[in-house]
């Protein structure tokens, strides 16, 4: 679950999650209550929602371990499992649940200002250190144990601590009963940062494979299977439309293709390529498809993303220019071109993944793609589930999932956590040293400062409280309203409305502004000049600043979008796409319109990321820094 995800969104997870347990009899976590084993019990297992546990596999399997024993400064204290599950809990960036033999042991969490990972020991974890004295810890003669206490030499009874002030976790048990965790102070003291009544509990002796939990759970993902056919069998039935699987590359996609060639034989696969994806993930996706001998459609972006990159900046989770440029407008393109009368688009999508996915329903139209009937048939899966089917049905899952990747897609997405960035900087150092030169570049011509680039701050326009805060003990300083993207202003006065562009280095030709106006009316262009619905326009540049006045206009937004166009085009292609007169073309890399055949629609105004973003960017930053200043006059 995402950083930050608020009550509401908390709540929405909260109602998707579904139930985990765990028999102890085989040592398996168990889909539902019963064990297809041993017909035993299961014990329900209490996650953080939306308790959408997967595997530590591969390379994030090894480090876990690594991980434990160097927090520790010792052996590790728990039993080295094949089965161990991980399950996210909100925190300022990456953090896991630790789970083994179906009990909560810690937390395993990126820190962001050390940048690295940390492992905290909680609840049972805490419990073996106790029992074990492996590690730090401290046995204490107190009658209750609460956050924030501090325990003094004299409440010890024993203890094995870490140097003063090293941060390392301390285990913290008493005489009454209770359990918490800690960290040993500069002044000698130990602080309690979480504290809970005991719980007795007893490590399982088995020590069984995946292969094992598959056997536990088959009935259930027999259902989940015949329910999924059935659904998009009912689905492609009720749409009559040609089904085609959005595949990513991913896990999710990778049992949406199973489950589709399972209800329909062969069927195509749509990849979008937006030029972030990891070589390895290219790579899979055309395996996939040569294997199955399945048709492959490829979406690419191209270079879109480095183009859009020099005139917008680095995007961010509330700044996501990126994803019309990169994603939806090859993929709508693609779309259009192969399926003119329409497709059935099967997704991976899980209502688990977030708040906004658990909101959005099973079935539903493409926004963009009216035509198209997008349809969701693991909907209600849990990432356990997926994990369990794929090994179930033995299928060929992309190698990142293996080398220490949790989530794919674009490498550098603004909705990745640091620790997420880890993986990649770890695995593919050229493409992140590729990156980090950019932010670098990026925040030393603004004065950003290093927690910018350090805390990935870079990844919001509004930064969020928590991470506010971190960057205020990284550096001192609050986090700085960023100016991303082109600046611009807009006036009206007495029927002119006139519109600067602010450090535009470029040149904008008569005809080329005549064009991004013709979205709004009638453009003349002549010796004397441009005219808009017979109106003079007037353009002024000097000393990188741009202005475009025009009389009698009605549509100051309009105008200002229109104008941002013709300056900043990064020939991305959504007017092309969307105009429903066919009079925009994307040629050597800019926007070409027929005039003749132009409604004047404004359509093109309308999904031109460019514009759209600028605009949208301009608005939060002067919000931001209206905000800022009045909380600098109250104070």
């Known amino acids: 679950m995402k950083r930050g995800a608020g009550k509401r969104a908390f709540e929405i997870l909260r109602k998707a999650s579904k139930p985990l347990y765990w028999c102890d009899r085989c040592n398996v976590p168990l889909l539902t209550r019963v064990c297809g084993v041993c017909g035993g019990e299961g014990r329900p297992v209490k996650l953080t929602p939306p308790a959408d546990a997967r595997p530590a596999l591969g390379l994030e399997h090894v480090q ?60 049972y974890g805490v419990s073996a250190i106790l029992k074990s004295k492996v590690g730090y810890y401290a046995v204490a003669d107190v009658e209750i144990l609460k956050r924030g206490f501090e325990l003094h030499a004299e409440d010890l009874l024993e203890a094995n601590l870490p140097r003063r002030g090293s941060e390392k976790f301390v285990a913290i048990g008493t005489t009454s009963g209770y359990e918490g965790v800690g960290v040993y102070t500069k002044r000698k003291r130990v602080r309690v940062l979480k504290s809970w009544k005991a719980k007795s509990f007893e490590w399982n002796a088995a020590n069984p494979s995946w292969l094992d939990a598959v056997r536990a759970n088959e009935a259930r993902l027999a259902i989940l299977e015949q329910e999924a056919v059935d659904f998009l069998k009912n689905v492609a039935g009720k749409y009559k439309l040609p089904p085609v699987v959005s595949f990513s590359g991913g896990k999710d996609s990778l049992v949406a293709f199973w489950l589709s060639q399972k209800a329909f034989g062969k069927v195509t696969l749509l990849f979008n390529d937006t030029g972030l994806e990891l070589p390895e993930t290219v790579d899979y996706v055309k395996r996939v498809a040569q294997s199955s001998g399945s048709e492959l459609i490829v979406a690419s ?42 497709a059935l688009s ?29 349809a969701a048939p693991i909907h209600s899966w849990s990432a356990l589930e997926v994990w369990l089917y794929i090994f179930k049905e033995r299928l060929p899952v992309n190698p990142l999932y293996f080398r220490g990747f949790d989530r794919l897609g674009c490498w550098l997405c603004p909705a990745i956590e640091m620790g997420e960035a880890e993986a990649v900087r770890e695995q593919h150092p050229e493409l992140w040293a590729r990156w980090e030169s950019y932010l670098r570049a990026f925040s030393e011509k603004a004065g950003l400062g290093e927690a910018w680039v350090k805390l990935g701050l870079w990844r919001w326009l509004a930064v969020p409280g928590d991470i506010k805060r971190v960057a205020q003990r990284f550096s001192g300083q609050e986090a700085s309203v960023v100016s991303r993207g082109p600046r611009f202003s807009v006036e009206t006065e007495d029927g002119e409305v006139r519109v600067e562009l602010k450090g535009f280095g470029g040149a904008l030709s008569p005809e080329g502004l005549a064009e991004a106006l013709s979205s709004l009316g009638t453009v003349e262009v002549s010796e004397g ?13 000097a000393g990188g600043v741009l202005r475009v006045s025009v009389r009698n206009a009605e549509r100051a937004d ?46 093109c105004n309308a999904v031109c990321p460019v514009a759209e973003y600028a605009v949208r960017a301009q608005v939060l930053e002067e919000a931001l820094s209206s905000h800022r200043a009045k909380r600098v006059q109250a104070a």
Not at 68 to 77: H, K, N, V, W, Y
Not at 305 to 328: I, N, Q, S, T
Not at 346 to 374: C, F, T
Request: net charge positive; aromatic share 10%.
């Open 64 to 123: 876990l371990w690594k991980l434990i024993e160097s927090e520790l400064d010792a052996g590790c204290p728990y039993p080295r499992r094949r089965i161990v599950l991980l399950n996210k809990v909100p925190y300022v960036d990456s953090a896991d649940e630790v789970i083994i033999d179906g009990y909560v042991i810690g937390h395993r969490y990126y820190d962001l200002v050390r940048g690295s990972w940390r492992f905290k020991p909680v609840y």
């Open 301 to 342: 972006a191209g270079d879109a993303f480095w183009r859009g990159l020099e005139v917008m900046g680095p995007p961010a989770r509330d700044y996501r220019w990126c994803c019309k440029v990169a994603k939806l407008v090859p993929t709508a393109k693609a779309v259009r071109e192969r399926f003119a009368g329409g």
């Open 529 to 541: 000049g441009l005219k808009l619905n017979g109106a003079p326009v007037k353009v002024e540049g």
């Open 558 to 603: 309009g105008i200002a979008r229109a104008v941002i166009r013709a300056a900043y085009c990064v020939g991305c292609g959504s007017c092309e796409l969307w105009c429903p007169k066919g009079a925009v073309k994307v040629t050597g890399g800019r926007f070409r319109v027929d005039l003749a055949a132009c409604a004047h629609c404004g359509m």
């Open 346 to 374: 099967i997704v991976g999508q899980r209502r688990a993944e977030s708040a906004s996915r658990a909101r959005s329903p099973r079935v539903y139209r493409n926004k963009w793609l009216p035509d198209v009937v997008v």
